[in-house]
């Protein structure tokens, strides 16, 4: 599966069963809304999520508007702006940043607060972390070049963590870990789902050291068993 933009809304077309217990997922269709003429890319993302996963409730994916990344509970909206391509373009400074790939990351992120919100899934440590985990473990397991993906995403948190001079009070008690810490987490769960074939990273280009890489393999592979394990009853493959 390659990686895609954005270009319109999609509403993942989902249903509920009277009268049950607990959310039921129902293995529904997607239906894509635009203002302009979708293309390969976009047909890919629907193909994508309609192959992957169940939901419960309706979710609509907003690409026309003003804030965002984010992933709304009350309305079941996930708010993917078109300003957030040109953020990842200014932080990479480079006319082949990798739009698709940031944002890739960035939505699966944001489909782990609608799993997480939809199936009252147990939550054992932050929520913006535990979203972080599955958005890289479900790129590494399921989409082609998942690892450059993931990388890439790394990258975004790099290049962000740089406009730091100086971390405020605030930035400490925040839902989201610092962009420095989600940089080095996500290169340690690339590294460790494959170490062989991800080696280049632990240099000093990189910055993950060879302390930390020892643990890598052990921490992603309880990671990839927990994440798989529960949301097992709701993925399609």
Not at 172 to 178: R, V
Not at 204 to 223: N, T, V, W
Request: hydrophobic content about 40%; some cysteine.
């Amino acid at each position: 599966m390659s990686p895609f933009l954005l270009f319109g809304g999609v509403l993942l077309a989902v249903a509920t069963v009277a009268g049950a217990d607990t959310p039921v997922p129902i293995d529904a269709g997607i239906k894509t809304h635009y203002s302009q003429s979708p293309d390969a890319l976009l047909q890919e993302q629907v193909a994508f999520l309609d192959n992957l996963l169940r939901f419960v409730k309706p979710v609509s994916v907003l690409h026309e508007v003003d804030d965002g990344p984010l992933f709304d509970p009350d309305t079941q909206e996930i708010w993917m702006p078109v300003s957030f391509s040109d953020s990842i373009k200014e932080y990479f400074d480079d006319a082949n940043a990798p739009v698709a790939d940031v944002y890739f990351h960035t939505l699966m992120h944001e489909v782990g607060h609608v799993l997480l919100n939809q199936y009252s899934l147990p939550l054992l440590a932050r929520e913006e972390d535990a979203a972080d985990a599955l958005a890289t473990v479900l790129l590494l397991e399921y989409v082609d070049d998942g690892a450059r993906i993931a990388l890439n995403a790394a990258n975004m948190f790099g290049y962000e963590s740089e406009q730091y001079e100086w971390f405020e009070e605030s930035d400490f008690w925040s839902e989201h870990s610092l962009k420095i810490q989600r940089y080095y987490i996500t290169l340690c769960h690339v590294y460790g789902s494959d170490p062989d074939t991800h080696s280049d990273i632990v240099n000093d280009e990189y910055g993950l050291s060879e302390e930390r890489a020892a643990s890598c393999e052990q921490e992603y592979m309880r990671i990839r068993s927990g994440w798989l394990g529960v949301l097992k009853p709701y993925l399609k493959r």
